[in-house]
């Protein structure tokens, strides 16, 4: 089983947690197609500028199984960056959801503890342009670990 970091904005996460499907570009065919049913996704969502007064921190949304192999739909339900245009992010897995988390787990408490970000003063670099990246199994378990523990 591998685990998965799938890099996500809040709009998408959204459609993740209602359709319970993940979708990449075709540029991401690479990673997409090492996917397996069984294996595990957690959604990082980045950090979002709401307006002059409020940031949303980068995030953990939730953990979902891949429950599909990767196939292609070109219905567009994402939203895409305005840097991607109108990428639909057609190659898709259907996921089930293990948890969603509420309020969703802060991600730059975690750096410190993640493996898989060897550079923690750079540490955007491990995630940025990419969407979606295998992880540890010790990073995924320090994540369901701090998703555990009382937030707010």
């Given at each position: 089983m591998t685990r998965w970091?799938?890099?996500?904005n809040r709009t998408n996460s959204d459609v993740t947690i209602k359709k319970h499907l993940w979708g990449v570009p075709k540029?991401?065919?690479?990673?997409?197609?090492?996917?397996?049913p069984g294996d595990t996704l957690l959604v990082y969502v980045g950090q979002q500028?709401?307006?002059?007064?409020?940031?949303?921190p980068p995030a953990i949304t939730g953990c979902f199984e891949i429950?599909?192999?990767?196939?292609?739909?070109?219905?567009?339900i994402f939203t895409a960056p305005p840097k991607l245009g109108a990428e639909v992010f057609p190659l898709r897995i259907r996921v089930?959801?293990?948890e969603v988390f509420d309020p969703s787990v802060e991600f730059k408490p975690l750096i410190p503890h993640l493996a898989f970000i060897t550079n923690k003063k750079q540490w955007s670099g491990h995630i940025r342009?990419?969407?979606m990246r295998?992880?540890?199994?010790?990073?995924?378990?320090?994540?369901?670990k701090a998703a555990e523990t009382p937030r707010d």
């Open positions: 970091l799938a890099i996500s540029r991401a065919i690479n990673q997409i197609s090492k996917t397996r500028v709401i307006d002059r007064d409020t940031t949303l429950t599909s192999e990767v196939y292609e739909d070109a219905k567009p089930k959801t293990i342009g990419q969407a295998a992880i540890p199994e010790e990073d995924h378990a320090s994540i369901m």
